[in-house]
């Protein structure tokens, strides 16, 4: 009698500590909140971080297939993720949190793979950011039919290409916190 009694209590225990356990975990994620766009700076292509998804920032080109821009935060903040919100046909997107203290090197890069026109993609992060670097692959202009251009002049061959545009990228840090200066923190 005494093992049919522990094991009708394990029986309701243990649901009951699976549901307490779930409850506390709900507590401990903490929503998202989209940093204000006056605490990103993009120089090369200000419309991207311009809090305004009407409008279209292009990237620079990084010479060779690729193309990319800089953002940076006005002071190391936690970043929960970022969202990307493509203007154009994207090839190869990839989201790079770069250190300053180890000379612009990327201490982290996720590869969000390719974007239609007008896609979102999200991109997790998690982790305090000073600056963020977004590469892409430079697409082939359609108009052009795929042409091979040859340069009498310079005798080279070119294949036009157009640049892909974003039309914002919004980051989105945890409750008030946040924005921390790193340089006093650490």
């Excluded at 982790?127 to 039919?145: C, F, I, N, P």
Aim: glycine share 8%; hydrophobic share 40%.
């Amino acid at each position: 009698m005494k093992r049919i009694l522990t094991f009708m209590f394990l029986l309701m225990a243990i649901p009951a500590l699976m549901l307490a356990l779930s409850g506390c975990a709900a507590l401990l994620q903490a929503s998202a909140v989209e940093l204000d766009s006056s605490h990103l700076s993009c120089p090369a292509s200000p419309l991207m971080v311009d809090g305004n998804l009407e409008t279209v920032g292009a990237y620079t080109s990084l010479g060779g297939r690729g193309a990319g821009v800089f953002i940076k935060l006005d002071k190391s903040t936690y970043i929960k993720y970022i969202e990307i919100y493509a203007g154009s046909k994207t090839n190869d997107l990839r989201v790079s949190i770069v250190s300053k203290k180890r000379h612009f090197t990327s201490v982290m890069e996720r590869r969000l793979g390719n974007l239609g026109s007008g896609e979102m993609r999200r991109c997790n992060i998690g982790k305090e950011v000073s600056y963020v670097k977004l590469t892409a692959h430079w697409v082939l202009d359609g108009s052009s039919g795929r042409q091979i251009v040859l340069d009498i002049a310079t005798n080279t061959k070119t294949t036009p290409v157009k640049g892909a545009t974003v039309r914002e990228v919004k980051f989105y840090t945890v409750g008030d916190a946040a924005i921390v200066e790193s340089d006093q923190a650490r």
